[in-house]
């Protein structure tokens, strides 16, 4: 018994409590992965590869769409070439299940290929978002999963002041692509999107899309917009950058320096070394951020400029090299603390306890006088119990939680009220001081199990219930209510029996 | 306080209680079943909820005027903790037909116009990172030259102090208010920053699918919660006496919904979590004075169950009222100083605790003879009515009932406690 205790004050004083963030400040935020926006881009993927390889096997006069999420058909298939596009589909489509239907070919994505990809996307948001809050720099951050095979992440963020910045970071899908641009010829772009249109006669080719951008000023405020045509065809990506960080360009600006893999750099040398003198489009999540003018050829490394303010180069590094996300995520849920209202819970809190404690005392030492420090001390060791369990367990201390310790308070001294209504009633029942606290004790302990069972069951449920603040709650009452069984049946117990054994004859008995 | 050897007939008076119980009840179902009277919170409803704090009393109306012009709908605001800390509560919807929060565009169009013109950056609003990358750039004490990253570390501990003050005052009216500053880097920051009439305090927002789950999860707790319960005390007690509790915790539920929602208090997480824990307390209090029946019963059979409930109630009666006082002295505590948030918490609780003590005494138990006795009375023809059947077990009797059992009301817990009595 006095090593339990001992074992808990030790604990407390080690590891402290942890606040939770209703206590402490900082942010909460229940995420959803959008997995459609994965199987939507591996359903694009295989479908432009069905029509490169189509192309190239010379099969003409095939048009491919998607058709839904997962799905995509081609018309328009001769009959002739039929074994043409069976080996296309055998060596690149394995993950689809396909019928004909006349010269149309339907692919929809198996379902066991879109739960692997809806898995993969969700784990890889949950890397990503995790290496970009880690480079952030917050201190005891949480990212989970909730739940096995869902597609919600919960993320706590303990002191965070500047929530909006976090909220951007996490959400930059950060998909880059550097493609060509194929007009204007030198780059830079066109306030007017129909001027570009004119260009091609009122058609853009297959292989080219307009995509828009903004202009900045000096200062890097959004000025407004302008438009390229790029080809759909990418040079690189995101996933071809080894290393990107903010750095100062040639008129002091902030610009991002990155560096390519090996691969990559083949990649970018050939891309850059055929085309000098075009533009080059940097396409960060489907906006141009600009498009320089290739120069010579570029191999390794290279900038991406575009009048950026200094945050946003540290922030674009941060989710370049932190990876892309594979989908987009949505906010369910954010819940962001000031510090400030975190300080007037914890002192509500604690004077709320404290005018609990001191009342319940009180009462306790009117009803039962001498007995009563029993009950007091029963108490006490119970709290220093929750502390104990709350610190060693790393489990966090929420407003709630506060109440539910205070009611703990409350109800903690029903088991010594049970107990000692006992021993008084047996002692009225003219039974000496020891019969009576040994009976007391024996009869009253069916009544503390039933009862606290009770609130046992009610917790439990709870802490499966809750999330963040109400879970706390649930964790100090059930706590609460396991230590107040075991001071009252234990601890109480061993007082009575130090107390008696003292004194060779016991007369009476303050209770 | 002589609470001891009371004889009071509980049991005379439990026609008129009953009736008093239904009338409460009733009340609390028509206030749920009245949509317009529930005030669901952001947790339920989904939504966006910000406290913010002002240099003085805000007009309300000047404030739902403003968040209404930015387009957000059904905006209430209301007055957050004591009257002089100037703190206000928006709620509103999110932003139409998307999970995201208005909070953003709420905060835009406050600037808008209780920062209008003011130009610099607002000490109330920025984070502490950006207060140093604010002061590494204006570099009051020149160490640009050891590199940016040093440079932000320089200043990282002067944008500490203007956290610490923002989280001792919550918002910052005066430069005095920030300590641990240099002159210099004091100096800089009154002449490049401001301190802005407003801070927001918390930020929070619920969209339309998580209020949907938050919903779905909360009634789907208190409802297992209830199930549980029946289930042990389907175990330990036999059918009337279950009945009883059960008929008990649902009352002291519905009734505290009642006056929860009449009181006009708004339903989120915490809410919950006090009526939870409102149904373990309950239980917990019908069953202490249920197993002081069962003894009873055990001790001295053939005595009219009505006598049995009557003793065993005033047997129980001091621990009954001295636990409740405690639970009650605590939850007060919580409703006296614990402050916005657990309002709410603590006015069920002590509400609640109110009255489960209550209805342990007048709902469980005469509901547990009510079934007895009726019962009993189908079986008219071959007993004297009102007795308790209890008393009679070699009588066949109606299934669920009583299982035939040479014990009289104990379930499977007693028997094994009624040996360990007899030492």
Redesign the interface.
């Known amino acids: 018994m006095v090593a339990a205790v001992a074992i808990a004050v030790a604990a407390y004083f080690t590891n402290r409590i942890n606040l939770g963030l209703d206590l402490r400040g900082g942010m909460y935020l229940a995420l959803k992965v959008e997995t459609n926006d994965a199987l939507r881009a591996t359903t694009d993927k295989d479908m432009e590869r069905l029509r490169q390889e189509l192309v190239d096997q010379k099969v003409p006069g095939v048009a491919v769409q998607r058709t839904s999420d997962t799905a995509f058909e081609a018309t328009g298939v001769p009959l002739d070439k039929g074994d043409v596009v069976g080996q296309i589909r055998d060596k690149f489509l394995s993950g689809w299940d396909w019928k004909t239907d006349g010269d149309r070919l339907v692919f929809t994505m198996q379902e066991r290929s879109a739960a692997d990809i809806r898995e993969q996307a969700v784990e890889q948001a949950l890397r990503t978002i995790r290496n970009r809050i880690d480079e952030f720099g917050v201190g005891e951050t949480q990212i989970q999963r909730q739940g096995l095979s869902s597609d919600r992440l919960l993320v706590q963020l303990p002191g965070v002041d500047d929530p909006e910045r976090v909220k951007r970071l996490i959400k930059n899908t950060a998909f880059l692509e550097f493609r060509l641009v194929d007009f204007p010829p030198n780059g830079g772009g066109l306030s007017n999107k129909d001027e570009i249109l004119q260009h091609y006669g009122g058609k853009l080719p297959a292989n080219i899309e307009v995509l828009p951008g903004d202009t900045r000023d000096r200062e890097g405020r959004v000025t407004g917009e302008m438009y390229y045509a790029v080809e759909k065809r990418r040079v690189i990506t995101g996933r071809d950058l080894k290393d990107a960080r903010p750095g100062v360009g040639q008129f002091n600006d902030p610009v991002v320096n990155f560096t390519l893999t090996f691969e990559g750099g083949k990649l970018f040398g050939d891309a850059t070394g055929a085309n000098v003198g075009k533009g080059l489009a940097i396409i960060l999540d489907g906006r141009v951020v600009s498009a320089p003018r290739i120069n010579s050829r570029i191999t390794d490394s290279g900038v991406i400029e575009g009048r950026f303010t200094r945050k946003e180069v540290e922030d674009l590094s941060t989710v370049l090299h932190s990876g892309a996300l594979p989908a987009g995520i949505t906010y369910l849920e954010e819940r962001t603390v000031g510090p400030s209202l975190g300080a007037d819970s914890i002192r509500q809190g604690l004077q709320a306890g404290g005018l609990g404690a001191l009342l319940v005392i009180i009462a306790i030492m009117v009803m039962y006088r001498g007995s009563g420090i029993n009950a007091v001390l029963a108490l006490v060791i119970n709290l220093v119990l929750i502390f104990g369990a709350l610190a060693s367990a790393g489990a966090a201390l929420t407003l709630p939680g506060i109440a539910g310790i205070v009611l703990t308070i409350g109800i903690a001294v029903d088991a010594n009220v049970l107990v000692f209504e006992r021993i008084k009633e047996e002692l009225r029942a003219g039974r000496t001081v020891k019969a009576a606290v040994d009976s007391g004790f024996q009869r009253a302990l069916p009544s503390i199990l039933d009862a606290n069972i009770c609130t046992l069951i009610a917790a439990a449920f709870l802490f499966q219930f809750g999330t963040g603040p109400v879970r706390g709650f649930a964790v100090t009452l059930f706590i609460g209510i396991i230590g107040t069984i075991f001071t009252a049946v234990f601890v109480s117990r061993w007082m009575f029996d130090l107390v008696l054994s003292r004194r060779e004859r016991v007369e009476t008995l303050s209770i | ?1 002589n609470l ?2 009371t004889h009071i007939d509980f049991m005379k008076y439990r026609k008129f209680w009953v009736w008093v119980s239904l009338a409460l009840v009733v009340v609390g179902l028509v206030s749920i079943v009245a949509p317009f009277r529930v005030n669901l919170g952001i947790d339920f409803a989904g939504g966006t909820q910000l ?1 913010l ?1 002002f240099p003085a009393a805000p007009e309300v109306d000047r404030l739902r005027h403003l968040v209404e012009s930015t387009g957000v709908r059904d905006a209430q605001i209301q007055r957050y ?1 004591k009257e002089g800390e100037n703190s206000v509560i928006v709620k509103t919807s999110t932003l139409a037909g998307s ?3 208005s909070g ?1 565009k709420v905060v835009a169009a406050l600037n808008a116009a209780f920062n209008a013109g003011a130009t610099g950056a607002d000490l109330n609003q ?5 207060i140093a ?1 604010l002061l590494a ?1 204006l570099d009051p004490d020149h160490v640009a030259a050891q590199g940016d990253v040093a440079a932000q570390q320089h200043y990282a501990p002067a944008a500490v102090q203007v ?1 610490q003050a ?5 918002l910052l009216t005066s430069w005095d208010q920030i300590h641990g500053l240099s002159p210099t880097v004091l100096e800089a920051l009154k002449k490049n920053a401001r301190l802005g009439s407003f ?9 339309p ?2 209020g949907a789950e938050l919903r779905r ?2 009634l ?2 208190v409802g ?2 209830l199930l ?2 029946l289930i ?1 005390i389907g175990i ?1 007690f036999q059918l009337p006496y279950g009945v009883g509790a059960t008929m008990a915790t649902i009352h002291d539920v519905l009734v505290t919904v009642g006056l929860y929602t009449l009181a006009g208090f708004e339903w989120n ?2 809410t ?2 006090a009526f ?2 409102l ?3 309950s ?3 019908t ?2 004075t249920f ?2 029946v069962r003894e009873n019963l055990r001790k001295t059979k053939g005595e009219p169950l009505i006598e049995v409930l009557n003793r065993s109630i005033n ?2 009666l ?2 009954t009222l ?2 409740g ?10 409703l ?4 916005e ?2 309002r709410g ?2 006015f069920i ?1 002590t509400v609640g605790v109110i009255i489960g003590t209550y209805s342990s005494v007048y709902v469980a138990s005469p509901f547990a003879l009510l079934w007895v006795n009726y019962f009993s009375k189908r079986k008219a023809a071959q007993k004297p009515a009102g007795a308790p059947k209890t008393v009679k077990p070699k009588t066949a009797t109606p299934k669920p009932v009583e299982p035939v059992k040479p014990q009289p009301v104990s379930g499977k ?1 007693g028997k094994s ?1 009624a040996a ?2 007899r030492r």
């Open positions: 306080m001891y050897n406290v704090k903790g999970e995201e929060g953003t920025l984070g502490s990172e950006s990358s750039r956290m923002r989280k001792q005052y919550g801070a927001v305090l918390s930020v929070e927002n619920v969209g699918q998580a999860k909360g789907l707790a297992w919660a549980g319960m042990y330990r997480l915490t919950i979590a939870l824990t149904i373990g307390y239980t917990n209090d069953v202490v197993d002081r047997q129980t001091s621990r001295l636990t006082g405690t639970v009650f002295l605590a939850a007060g505590s919580l006296l100083l614990g402050g948030v657990l918490f603590a609780i817990g406690r360990g009595n």
